[in-house]
């Protein structure tokens, strides 16, 4: 349980250098329009953003769970108490 809060503020900070390193190099390909390197660098950024965005989403929900679950206990226990009504 100590681990993921550790796990969402690794996942935001590494999404957040992530987009830092896309939107620089976004910035190169629009100052160097025909550059292939520039365009790889681009492309590669774009990846590794998309990864990260993905691993922040899965400890997202990770840390969410047992929230979610008490939400859905508490949902079931209602529904328990109307039915015997």
């Known amino acids: 349980m100590d681990e993921t809060p550790n796990n969402l503020d690794r996942a935001s900070k590494n999404m957040r250098k992530a987009r830092g390193k896309h939107a620089s ?4 390909k629009k100052l160097h ?8 660098r681009l492309q590669d950024a774009t990846g590794a953003s998309r990864e990260a965005w993905s691993d922040y ?13 008490d939400i859905d206990e508490l949902g079931a226990g209602r529904l328990d108490a109307k039915g015997e009504d």
């Open 25 to 28: 190099a976004l910035a190169q």
């Open 57 to 69: 989403q899965e400890a997202a929900d990770a840390a969410l769970a047992p929230i979610k679950a």
């Open 33 to 40: 329009p025909t550059d292939p390197a520039a365009a790889q």
